[in-house]
Structures are given as C-alpha cells and as structure tokens.
T-cell receptor, first 114, second 115 residues
Framework: ETGVTQSPTHLIKTRGQQVTLRCSSQ?????VSWYQQALGQGPQFIFQ???????GRGNFPPRFSGLQFPNYSSELNVNALELDDSALYLC?????????????FGSGTQLSVL | AQSVTQPDIHITVSEGASLELRCNYS??????LFWYVQSPGQGLQLLLK??????LVQGIKGFEAEFKRSQSSFNLRKPSVHWSDAAEYFC?????????????FGTGTRLTIIP
C-alpha cells in the first residue's frame, strides 16, 4: 500500500471525447508525476507538477494537460481522445526537496478508447 | 537522447533457480538507476535504486543489482526465485539531483516461474 490512490480504476471512452483522471498523493508529498503505460510497454513520462506548476514534460501533445491542487491532489486531462491513448495511466508522488527520495506509484487508471 | 534497454522481453526460470535480468542505459552522465516490479493490474513497486557509492545494491525481496559503468549496465539478480516473483520487471533511469523525477523506463521483462 503506497498511499497514492487513483480514480477511476477503469474507464471507457470513445474517440474525440475528453477524460479526467484523478490522483491523491501520499500525505506530505509535494510533487506528482503522470506516466502513460501502453500495453506491453514501459511507462512513459507525461509531465510532473511541483507546487501547482508544471515542472517538466515528456513528448506528449498539448491535449494532455494537468492540474495540481493545494492539497497536492492532481488531475490529468486528455482532450480529443485518440485510439492510441488507450493505456494504463499511472500517478506517482514524491517529496521534492530531499535527495534520494523515491516515487510512490498508484495502481493506475486503465483507459480504453473505442 | 536518454534510453534504457531491456534486451529480454520474456524469461522463464524454474522455481529455486537463479535469475539475472539485464538492463543497459544510454545517458550523458551516470544516471540514477532503479528496478521496479509490476504485478498484473498493479502499479509499480520499487525493488532497489542506485544513486552513488557501492556498485552492488541490495533491495527488497532478496533482489540485488550491480552497476557497471564500463558496460553501462545495471543488471538485477536473485539467487533463488520463488513462484511469487512472477511479474513484469522494469529498469528505469533518472538524471535529476533528486533522482526520482522524470524517469525513463525500459520496455520491461516478463518473468515466468515454472515448478
């Protein structure tokens, strides 16, 4: 049990729709990262939020956006869904400010785009 | 560009046998290195990490990994596997001072254990 919770666990959408995924970070963590894991692949870094601001972004288009709230919970929003967006989306939290800290991952949201 | 390579997509070993999972990295400088395990339908659990110092790193569940700078490798080992070790294993690398941010993952190695 990592203390990082994601909702919903599963979601089905159709192409062109918009989706919001939610993450509740481990208590005390001030940084949240989002990863996309396509079937049979390793997770790919989408972006990271630190103190409510984006702090780095991977190779994902602008239709992937996020928010981090004062209580360190977070949202991942994806607009204009495409079939290739079908994947497991993982949220990870950590405390930025100390070295050697590790990421705590949630169990993910499985998104299917039809 | 940074990259992490796991050459073995799938490995099958007998219960009680030894295990080695390979990982190679390509980074501008020595990265921070991690091994994660993922069971079906689950998130990622950290097995061990290398930041600096001793090149042989001990982790949870009896796993260890050895950092070899000359070979750009960080292979995961276990002397005797248990049926519960069957899972997907991911090697990852990061480059920030905090070491845990913006990780680059390999494509994973699926481990099957046979009786």
């Amino acid at each position: 049990e990592t203390g990082v919770t994601q909702s919903p666990t599963h979601l089905i959408k159709t192409r062109g729709q918009q989706v919001t995924l939610r993450c509740s970070s481990q208590s005390g963590h001030n940084t949240v990262s989002w990863y996309q894991q396509a079937l049979g692949q390793g997770p790919q870094f989408i972006f990271q939020y630190y103190r409510e601001e984006e702090n780095g972004r991977g190779n994902f288009p602008p239709r992937f956006s996020g928010l981090q709230f004062p209580n360190y919970s977070s949202e991942l929003n994806v607009n204009a869904l495409e079939l290739d967006d079908s994947a497991l989306y993982l949220c990870a939290s950590s405390w930025r400010g100390r070295t050697n800290e590790k990421l705590f991952f949630g169990s993910g949201t499985q998104l299917s785009v039809l | 560009a940074q990259s992490v390579t796991q050459p073995d997509i799938h490995i099958t070993v007998s219960e009680g046998a030894s295990l080695e999972l390979r990982c190679n990295y390509s980074y501008g400088a020595t990265p921070y290195l991690f091994w994660y395990v993922q069971s079906p339908g689950q998130g990622l659990q950290l097995l061990l990490k290398y930041f600096s110092g001793d090149t042989l790193v001990q982790g949870i569940k009896g796993f260890e990994a050895e950092f070899k700078r000359s070979q750009s490798s960080f292979n995961l080992r276990k002397p005797s596997v248990h049926w519960s070790d069957a899972a997907e294993y991911f090697c990852a690398a990061g480059k920030s001072n905090f070491g845990n941010e913006k990780l680059t993952f390999g494509t994973g190695t699926r481990l099957t254990i046979i009786p």
